[in-house]
């Protein structure tokens, strides 16, 4: 009787523990894209000067991503998508026509320690709001 009820109660926490786990391996894609709309930043620029970003920081901008710095995108509710991949690739090459520009970027987004980034797949320019 003694050994039934040792084999129902690690039963149990095997349960209890596949359940805990069960909705988050169901439901995230951790490969899925996405689509986010925001302005190419530079992003020490952003995040040392108080959100230097604009048409006013562009000249900025535009030099601190020809030398390689971390561009970034930054959405309407100021999270900050650092940019990873090809796009970042060779002192941001691909990203010199989008810096302080309103864009559509498409890719994955990873978050880890509390810092997002996204491998960007696709990029356009999109009208200010």
Do not use: W
């Not at 003694?2 to 209890?16: H, P, S």
């Not at 951790?30 to 530079?42: A, F, L, Q, R």
């Not at 040392?48 to 970003?53: E, L, S």
């Amino acid at each position: 009787m003694r050994k039934r009820l040792i084999y129902c109660a690690v039963a149990l926490m095997v349960a209890g523990l596949y359940l805990k786990a069960a909705p988050s391996l169901a439901y995230e894609d951790p490969k899925k894209e996405v689509t986010i709309t925001g302005e190419v930043i530079d992003e020490p620029c952003y995040v040392g000067k108080n959100g230097a970003r604009g048409e006013g920081h562009k000249n900025c901008a535009l030099a601190c991503a020809k030398r390689g710095n971390q561009m970034a995108i930054v959405d309407d509710a100021n999270t900050i998508y650092s940019i990873t991949g090809d796009y970042a690739a060779n002192k941001n090459e691909k990203l010199i026509p989008f810096v302080a520009q309103a864009v559509e970027a498409t890719g994955v987004v990873t978050e880890k320690d509390g810092k997002k980034t996204i491998a960007v797949t696709s990029i356009k320019k999109v009208e200010m709001k």
